[in-house]
């Protein structure tokens, strides 16, 4: 069914009918001069799809045309003309083309190991509204004759620019350390704004604006990513680690981790072990 989360694996499906346009560093070596690993342009339709269950490098996308879906918290969220997503490297991400309709978009991904200096959630892509034709005008400057170098460091300037909006708020970034210490403690919003020094609604806010999610929904996405690192590098079982990071019972935990990843820690831990075996 389509509304069904994707497979706990890599997956690139791109189907007959989109077409896809890439720009690779070894096409462009002024790409490796800036960091990029590779950019393209798609006219996607359905069945397209892309998964990756921990991203090598950030990677930027920006609808000109269409509507998308991207996986967020455990929902298919629009990715609509006009919006761009930004994706830390190593977080899960998967997005895909919307049933009955073509998607059009522009992407570019850096080589691993590019330093931003940014502060940016490390546990879920985020989204804001910007013009998706910029990206795209950009991306296509490297197809052209003209001067390869400028095409591939205006493209950098680009995303960077966008990036720089998530230089986190100093505020959030205590709030969010003392949650990290303390993850089974209770954490009620009038907690969270007192440590932000704000008030409860200012706090939203900013939270909306740099994280794209409620105060209390990134506390949850702190635990469960802590508890990810612990299914992935220890045998603790599930009953232990929900109770280490404040997460309730093992159903409680299994059925908020899956809501969140997309699959059940045991299928996570199975597929780390995967992983890390090959």
Request: aromatic share 8%; charged share 20%; proline share 6%.
């Amino acid at each position: 069914m389509w509304h069904q989360l994707p497979p706990l694996c890599d997956l690139h499906r791109e189907g007959g009918e989109s077409v896809i346009r890439h720009f690779t560093a070894a096409d462009h070596p002024s790409l490796a001069e800036v960091g990029v690993s590779h950019a393209g342009i798609a006219d996607a339709a359905p069945p397209y799809c892309m998964v990756r269950t921990q991203l090598e490098g950030l990677y930027c996308l920006s609808t000109f045309s269409g509507n998308g879906e991207v996986l967020m918290d455990g929902k298919w969220r629009p990715l609509t003309a006009g919006t761009t997503l930004l994706a830390p490297p190593g977080v899960w991400l998967a997005f895909r083309a919307v049933k009955g309709e073509r998607w059009g978009f522009a992407w570019v991904r850096y080589e691993p190991g590019v330093q931003w200096n940014l502060e940016l959630p490390e546990t879920a892509p985020v989204i804001a509204a910007t013009p998706g034709v910029a990206l795209r005008g950009l991306v296509e400057a490297l197809a052209g004759r003209g001067d390869a170098d400028g095409a591939a460091g205006a493209l950098h300037a680009h995303v960077k620019q966008f990036a720089e909006r998530w230089r986190t708020d100093h505020r959030l970034r205590a709030v969010w350390q003392a949650v990290l210490n303390e993850p089974t403690a209770d954490w009620p919003l009038d907690r969270l704004a007192a440590l932000a020094g704000c008030s409860p609604e200012h706090l939203r806010r900013l939270c909306q604006k740099h994280l794209g999610r409620s105060p209390v929904q990134q506390v949850t996405a702190l635990r469960l990513r802590e508890a990810a690192r612990l299914v992935c590098t220890t045998d603790e079982t599930f009953e232990v680690i929900a109770a280490r990071m404040g997460c309730g019972t093992a159903w409680d935990f299994s059925r908020s981790f899956k809501r969140w990843a997309g699959f059940s820690p045991a299928e996570y831990r199975a597929r780390a072990r995967l992983l890390r075996i090959s």
